[in-house]
């Protein structure tokens, strides 16, 4: 009889789960409910699915939180597999990589004074934790405390739910490389600054943050290191921190409002009472929460699975933090920054956590067509940077980090342009990037490196000591495109703009056709020696040339010239996917993680967990076979993404992977940014309605969608047949109306003429 219930049980289980697979969701109330923060949080140095971390904040907020996992200063503040929590971090940080600027935790404690980082840590369990944007709990089992937090932009709240106990404690740790606390007990307060960072070199770097408890304090103390200061309110030293006590009863909450400045104690201060003031917690969450359901819902989607929901809501949330405000509101109402690059204070707008590597091929553009002031604030940012710091930053973090390749800033600012973005200095930021296009920079991942080979040579030479040479020879020559795009747009006359157009060809100077693959060549125009097709690095950054050769987004007709017109591009297309995923690491001196990615994917040479080659599936609409385009961009949501701890397939970098998916699921894609056109797809959802900021809608309508039917047959635009591979930005923002007959077959008579092909420079 147990055994048959058992199986009973069993057969219900899995006709639920299966039941889930097929329904659909026809309406998404509260976007924010399908958001699983901890996609992508199962990671390690040596693989990735995601290294992201369980963001508790608001889109674009100054600060994020996070429960802290990692030990202090290490990258992976927040791994799925950890079993203990050591603190509750506020965080800057994009990406592991990168590491943290202006961090500092909180931590309760109970059964005595604890504070080192180790003594502190406490087992916690999933099942016992609750992860949201806007709001994440916890239970802390050797303290028998629950923890909850909740955001806003500068500030959190702080819920801690406590046993009965004379020795509850909350332990503050503004971590070392010099800091600072100072206990006000007659305020219920504590106030500190962190000077800890993991980038570049920064002026006058502090940030200072301003602790409201509710409850007076039994006992104060602070520590240095690992010696307690009995007694002691301030403490100043390389790691300083403080403990304060409470007198706890059996289910006694002690609340903590927190806010933080780059500026000043006062601007803090002035950020938690302008943010939080007297509200109550759940106040605060329901705010967080409504912002969160108001930015996500400017993307509705219906007619997915659970599954396919879960996953474009969480990938959409991972679009909208960074870059994040380093700006703050003054007491005039005035909008001032530090400054990363000199350490002042000054008037405008700031933002940092990015790299444009990245971010440049999807995230801007996501950003200019579904939030588009937000960018617009970010681009007045960019002039802040050029004029403090004479250069536009290719990795912020916050200042310039000496990281990765290409002069990618020319892209964002000319993608935003032409987008349709004003209300900045368009003129500072043209001198901007001139400068960066023509000079060498302090650092190699500013301006650009080699530089003056490139000028002159047309390519960056392999034999010069300027590494992966290759990779940034194809980067600049589109970055020329960008400023040729964006000098023309803002009215640059012919004469100062033809020279940028002439570079972009630059990229015909690598391709070598005994390979058919673009390859590293010597100052004195000899290809490198010892070529390997499957080498990742020497002349390429994170790849092979199998992953490069594709990077002309400016120019696809020219590249499918270079490699004897579309049959034979379609060809080494469909290799990509055919090829067994072989591989020589022998650059790095061991498999990085990004090859072990690829490795393992089961998709060939297609690596989709770095950023090189993610725009390579929508090139098929260049040649006439826009349905292998349609295949390979569904296959790799269905199998590259989940709302899962292992859900990416590499880095998820400061929401470029995340905003592919967010893209690929609308069935457009912005192959070529700094032009007005995204490439076709096919879409995920039987409706997808984006509500643009200046009121209009784009409906995008594909009622037979399913995973059999993910082909397009036809398709309408504003109820006129449209038959090309791509639409126009300056069309969708109007409005549209695109309705899609999907099919399980491939249309092999639809967007075949050269004349459904999408934009390349050659046809201008």
């Given at each position: 009889?147990?055994?048959?219930?058992?199986?009973?049980?069993?057969?219900l289980?899995?006709?639920?789960?299966?039941?889930?697979?097929?329904?659909?969701?026809?309406?998404?109330?509260?976007?924010?409910?399908?958001?699983?923060?901890?996609?992508?949080t199962?990671?390690?140095?040596?693989?990735?699915?995601?290294?992201?971390?369980p963001?508790?904040?608001?889109?674009w907020?100054?600060?994020?939180?996070t429960?802290?996992?990692?030990?202090?200063?290490h990258?992976?503040?927040?791994?799925?597999?950890?079993?203990?929590?050591?603190?509750?971090?506020q965080?800057?940080?994009?990406?592991?990589?990168?590491?943290?600027?202006?961090q500092?935790?909180?931590?309760p404690?109970?059964?005595?004074?604890?504070?080192?980082?180790?003594?502190?840590?406490?087992?916690?369990?999933?099942?016992?934790?609750v992860?949201?944007?806007?709001?994440?709990?916890?239970?802390?089992?050797?303290?028998?405390?629950?923890?909850?937090?909740?955001p806003?932009?500068?500030?959190?709240?702080?819920k801690?739910?406590?046993?009965?106990?004379?020795?509850?404690?909350?332990?503050?740790?503004?971590?070392?490389?010099?800091?600072?606390?100072?206990?006000?007990?007659?305020?219920k307060?504590?106030?500190?600054y962190?000077?800890?960072?993991?980038?570049?070199?920064?002026?006058n770097?502090?940030?200072?943050?301003?602790i409201?408890?509710?409850?007076?304090?039994?006992?104060?103390?602070t520590?240095?290191?690992?010696?307690?200061?009995?007694?002691?309110?301030?403490?100043?030293?390389?790691h300083?921190?403080?403990?304060?006590?409470?007198?706890?009863?059996?289910?006694?909450?002690?609340?903590?409002?927190?806010?933080?400045?780059?500026?000043?104690?006062?601007?803090?201060q002035?950020?938690?009472?302008?943010?939080?003031?007297?509200?109550?917690f759940?106040?605060?969450?329901?705010?967080?929460?409504?912002?969160?359901?108001?930015?996500?819902?400017?993307?509705?989607?219906?007619?997915?699975?659970?599954?396919?929901?879960?996953?474009?809501?969480?990938?959409?949330?991972?679009?909208l933090?960074?870059?994040?405000?380093?700006?703050?509101?003054?007491?005039?109402?005035?909008?001032?920054?530090w400054?990363?690059y000199?350490?002042?204070?000054?008037?405008?707008?700031?933002?940092?956590?990015?790299?444009?590597?990245?971010?440049?091929?999807?995230?801007?553009?996501?950003?200019?067509?579904?939030?588009?002031?937000?960018?617009?604030?970010?681009?007045?940012?960019?002039?802040?940077?050029?004029?403090?710091?004479?250069?536009?930053?290719?990795?912020?973090?916050?200042?310039?980090?000496n990281?990765?390749?290409?002069?990618?800033?020319?892209?964002v600012?000319?993608?935003?342009?032409?987008?349709?973005?004003?209300?900045?200095?368009?003129?500072?930021?043209w001198?901007?990037?001139?400068?960066?296009?023509?000079?060498?920079?302090?650092?190699?991942?500013?301006?650009?490196?080699?530089?003056?080979y490139?000028?002159?040579?047309?390519?960056?030479?392999?034999?010069?000591?300027?590494?992966?040479?290759?990779?940034?020879?194809?980067?600049?020559?589109?970055?020329?495109?960008?400023?040729?795009?964006?000098?023309?747009?803002?009215?640059?006359?012919k004469?100062e703009?033809?020279?940028?157009?002439e570079?972009?060809m630059?990229y015909k100077?690598?391709?070598?056709?005994?390979?058919?693959?673009?390859?590293?060549?010597?100052?004195?125009?000899?290809?490198?020696k010892?070529?390997n097709?499957?080498?990742?690095?020497n002349?390429?950054?994170?790849?092979?040339?199998?992953?490069?050769?594709?990077?002309?987004?400016?120019?696809?007709?020219?590249?499918?010239g270079?490699m004897?017109?579309?049959?034979?591009?379609?060809?080494?297309?469909?290799?990509?996917?055919s090829?067994?995923?072989?591989?020589?690491?022998?650059?790095?001196?061991?498999?990085?993680?990004e090859?072990?990615?690829?490795?393992?994917?089961?998709?060939?040479?297609?690596?989709?967990?770095?950023?090189?080659?993610?725009?390579?599936?929508?090139?098929?609409?260049?040649?006439?076979?826009?349905?292998?385009?349609?295949?390979?961009?569904?296959?790799?949501?269905?199998?590259?993404?989940?709302?899962?701890?292992d859900?990416?397939?590499?880095?998820?970098?400061?929401?470029?992977?995340?905003?592919?998916?967010?893209?690929?699921?609308?069935?457009?894609?912005?192959?070529?940014?700094?032009?007005?056109?995204?490439?076709?797809?096919?879409?995920l959802?039987?409706?997808?309605?984006?509500?643009l900021?200046?009121?209009?809608?784009?409906?995008?309508?594909?009622?037979?969608?399913?995973?059999?039917?993910?082909?397009?047959?036809?398709?309408k635009?504003?109820?006129?047949?449209?038959?090309?591979?791509?639409?126009?930005?300056s069309?969708?923002?109007?409005?549209?109306?695109?309705?899609?007959?999907?099919?399980?077959?491939?249309?092999?008579?639809?967007?075949?003429k050269?004349?459904?092909?999408?934009?390349?420079?050659?046809?201008?």
């Amino acid at each position: 009889m147990k055994k048959k219930f058992l199986s009973v049980l069993a057969f219900l289980a899995i006709f639920n789960y299966a039941d889930a697979q097929t329904h659909l969701i026809e309406s998404v109330e509260n976007p924010v409910d399908f958001v699983n923060p901890l996609m992508g949080t199962d990671s390690s140095p040596g693989l990735s699915n995601g290294n992201t971390y369980p963001a508790v904040a608001v889109p674009w907020g100054m600060n994020l939180w996070t429960p802290q996992t990692g030990p202090m200063g290490h990258g992976w503040a927040y791994t799925y597999d950890a079993e203990k929590i050591r603190g509750f971090k506020q965080t800057h940080q994009p990406s592991p990589w990168m590491n943290d600027y202006g961090q500092f935790s909180l931590m309760p404690v109970t059964g005595g004074i604890k504070f080192n980082q180790d003594d502190r840590a406490s087992w916690f369990s999933h099942k016992a934790e609750v992860s949201t944007p806007y709001y994440y709990k916890v239970y802390l089992a050797d303290h028998d405390v629950t923890v909850e937090l909740t955001p806003t932009e500068r500030a959190a709240q702080f819920k801690m739910t406590f046993p009965k106990s004379d020795s509850s404690y909350v332990v503050i740790d503004p971590f070392d490389k010099g800091s600072y606390v100072k206990v006000i007990p007659e305020e219920k307060k504590i106030i500190g600054y962190t000077t800890k960072y993991a980038r570049g070199k920064l002026t006058n770097f502090k940030n200072y943050f301003v602790i409201q408890f509710d409850k007076p304090f039994s006992d104060v103390n602070t520590w240095e290191s690992d010696t307690l200061a009995k007694g002691k309110v301030e403490m100043k030293a390389d790691h300083a921190g403080a403990i304060v006590g409470f007198d706890t009863k059996d289910g006694a909450v002690v609340h903590a409002k927190v806010a933080s400045s780059f500026i000043s104690f006062d601007q803090a201060q002035l950020n938690l009472d302008r943010e939080i003031a007297n509200d109550d917690f759940e106040a605060t969450k329901q705010r967080a929460r409504d912002l969160w359901n108001e930015k996500l819902g400017r993307l509705e989607v219906s007619g997915g699975t659970i599954d396919q929901v879960r996953t474009f809501y969480s990938c959409l949330y991972r679009t909208l933090f960074f870059p994040n405000k380093l700006y703050e509101i003054n007491e005039n109402d005035e909008i001032v920054h530090w400054s990363p690059y000199n350490g002042e204070i000054l008037p405008g707008y700031m933002f940092a956590g990015t790299g444009f590597w990245d971010t440049f091929r999807a995230l801007y553009p996501f950003l200019n067509l579904a939030y588009p002031s937000i960018n617009e604030e970010m681009q007045a940012g960019l002039v802040n940077d050029y004029k403090e710091g004479g250069w536009l930053p290719e990795w912020s973090s916050p200042g310039y980090a000496n990281i990765m390749v290409g002069n990618n800033s020319a892209s964002v600012v000319a993608d935003a342009y032409i987008k349709g973005l004003r209300g900045y200095d368009t003129e500072t930021l043209w001198k901007a990037l001139v400068n960066g296009a023509n000079n060498e920079g302090p650092m190699t991942a500013v301006g650009r490196a080699g530089a003056p080979y490139y000028n002159k040579l047309g390519y960056v030479p392999y034999d010069v000591e300027v590494n992966e040479s290759a990779a940034r020879t194809l980067e600049y020559a589109y970055d020329d495109f960008a400023i040729y795009q964006f000098g023309k747009a803002i009215g640059k006359p012919k004469k100062e703009i033809k020279i940028y157009a002439e570079r972009s060809m630059n990229y015909k100077n690598l391709f070598d056709p005994s390979y058919g693959l673009m390859r590293g060549k010597n100052k004195d125009g000899s290809w490198q020696k010892d070529f390997n097709p499957f080498k990742w690095g020497n002349p390429f950054t994170e790849g092979n040339s199998w992953h490069y050769s594709w990077s002309v987004f400016h120019d696809v007709e020219g590249l499918i010239g270079l490699m004897g017109g579309k049959e034979n591009f379609v060809k080494k297309l469909d290799s990509v996917f055919s090829m067994p995923p072989i591989f020589d690491e022998s650059v790095y001196g061991g498999v990085i993680h990004e090859i072990r990615e690829m490795q393992i994917a089961n998709m060939g040479q297609y690596a989709h967990g770095n950023q090189p080659i993610q725009h390579m599936i929508y090139l098929y609409n260049y040649a006439g076979e826009p349905w292998k385009t349609q295949k390979w961009a569904r296959e790799t949501m269905d199998r590259m993404y989940k709302a899962t701890p292992d859900g990416y397939c590499g880095d998820e970098d400061n929401g470029q992977t995340s905003a592919w998916y967010v893209f690929s699921a609308l069935g457009f894609y912005p192959v070529t940014p700094s032009v007005d056109q995204y490439v076709m797809g096919a879409p995920l959802f039987k409706k997808v309605t984006v509500n643009l900021e200046n009121g209009n809608k784009i409906v995008i309508n594909a009622p037979k969608n399913s995973d059999d039917n993910k082909y397009i047959e036809s398709m309408k635009m504003n109820g006129k047949s449209y038959d090309k591979n791509y639409v126009k930005h300056s069309d969708l923002i109007k409005g549209a109306a695109i309705n899609i007959e999907m099919t399980d077959t491939p249309n092999k008579d639809r967007g075949i003429k050269k004349n459904a092909f999408p934009y390349s420079y050659s046809n201008e």
